[in-house]
């Protein structure tokens, strides 16, 4: 289990409670859990940027016009989808006791950076490929099947706008490889 028993045991217990909830009818803004980042220059293109307690620092490669000191702002994006992904990966396989001993998420994305120069061009991500390298001694079309209903469960990734063509990527593979 790649999560300690005591928070599984924890998260199961929520989601007993909010599936009686659900049921019972609670209106969905009682669900909604707001999120706030506030970000300030620090000198030039570097950024500090404030989550709850937490400080995080963005800044632009030189060539963009940066000093380098901090990965850039969309950087920053490809690391939470990563991060977003993996954290799903992990509750799911300790919640439903999938013998799972690791998994090692790479995000790649691909931005057209005329959009700078040419309206025509979004100044977003073009695409997106997330792939998760899964050591398990489950079965390939179980984890695949899985893997489909963790797609719909990835809050950071479902975010980015429906024009972002995302490809999601499984690699299973049996322990001691």
Partial sequence: MLLEEDRVNHL???????????????????????????AEQVQNLHMRVQVRDYEIHVDEPAPMGGDGFAPS?????????????ETTWVLASSIFDLAVDNVEVKVEGSIDRRYMQDPSVPARLQSIRITSRVTTSEPQE?????????QQMFPVAGSLSADIEKEFLLEVIPPNE
């Fill in 142 to 150: 179980k984890m695949e099947r899985i893997y489909g209903r963790l």
């Fill in 73 to 85: 702002p969309l950087e920053t994006l490809l690391a939470a989808v990563a991060g977003c992904t």
């Fill in 12 to 38: 199961r217990e929520m989601q007993k409670k909010m599936g009686l909830a659900i049921k019972q009818g609670v209106p969905a803004e009682k669900f909604l859990n707001n999120l706030t980042a506030c």
